[in-house]
């Protein structure tokens, strides 16, 4: 928490410390780096270098027929829609667990609506990201 009335603060402190609440150790000087200058210029590199990985990904997702994968709104979390493959959640799962040996998120998990969608992890190496494409492009190449 960012506080930042010294009163108000220190009443906050207290409260916390009265619950046995305390902060981790290293908390205090991560939200410093985190809004330091040096901090802005590490995000502002990290979201360029995630949003490279999000093209690649979608270009590759593209060329696979019978998916798209949806716009990204401010996460790294990609969701890829499955369901003009024809195929079942079970099916589609599958090949991405055994065929791809990709861990993805089942989209049925979050709800209604979800039962032909799985969402992939995008803040990882590019390496990894442009392997998981051509895993992808290979467990779903009878497709292309």
Not at 45 to 57: S, T
Not at 58 to 87: C, H, N
Not at 103 to 109: L, P, Y
């Amino acid at each position: 928490m960012i506080v930042s009335d010294p009163a108000l603060r220190a009443k906050l402190a207290a409260k916390l410390a009265a619950g046995g609440i305390s902060p981790g150790l290293f908390g205090p000087n991560m939200v410093a780096a985190a809004y330091s200058p040096e901090g802005a210029q590490w995000v502002d590199a990290l979201v360029e270098y995630l949003d490279g990985n999000r093209r690649i990904f979608d270009e590759g997702i593209s060329a696979i027929k019978g998916l798209r994968s949806m716009p990204l709104q401010a996460t790294y979390l990609a969701w890829v829609d499955f369901s003009g493959t024809g195929m079942e959640p079970a099916e589609i799962a599958a090949r991405i667990a055994k065929d791809a040996g990709i861990a993805a998120n089942h989209g049925g998990t979050f709800g209604q609506g979800g039962a032909h969608f799985m969402r992939f992890n995008l803040a990882t190496t590019r390496a990894n990201v442009v392997e998981a494409v051509k895993r992808l492009q290979a467990a779903f190449s009878d497709l292309q």
